[in-house]
């Protein structure tokens, strides 16, 4: 069964920084891209970075610069390190690896997100 145990969230001020963790199972991780995913109340799911099976990454302007996707195969794990957090960043994370469908990668069937909360 797919699951995705993401952890690391919390409340920062405005310049902080936070890094998430995504344990994921039940699939071959090495062979799958992997997505981290974010919504904030009353907004649609959005993607904040992908990373695919040769490494390359994907990031949306909104937070190109400040977040870093990476991952460890060894340990089925992908992580988010946000830099230079702002309001806007303000949201529940989740991920999702990349043959899952998208639309639903925020409705957390295969594991809970973890909170973001960034104040001014």
């Known amino acids: 069964e797919v699951h995705f145990a993401v952890s690391g969230g919390g409340s920062v001020q405005t310049g902080g920084s936070l890094a998430l963790t995504c344990l994921a199972s039940?699939?071959?991780?090495?062979?799958?891209?992997m997505r981290w995913y974010r919504q904030a109340p009353g907004t649609e799911c959005e993607l904040v970075s992908s990373?695919?099976?040769?490494?390359?990454?994907y990031y949306p302007d909104s937070v190109k610069g400040r977040f870093t996707i990476s991952q460890d195969n060894a340990k089925n794990t992908v992580y988010l390190q946000m830099n230079s957090l702002k309001p806007d960043d303000t949201a529940v994370y989740y991920c999702a690896a990349g043959f899952l469908p998208s639309i639903s990668a925020c409705f957390g069937l295969w594991g809970q997100g973890t909170q973001v909360t960034v104040s001014t």
């Open positions: 990373i695919d099976n040769g490494g390359r990454t």
């Open positions: 039940g699939f071959t991780f090495e062979d799958s891209g």
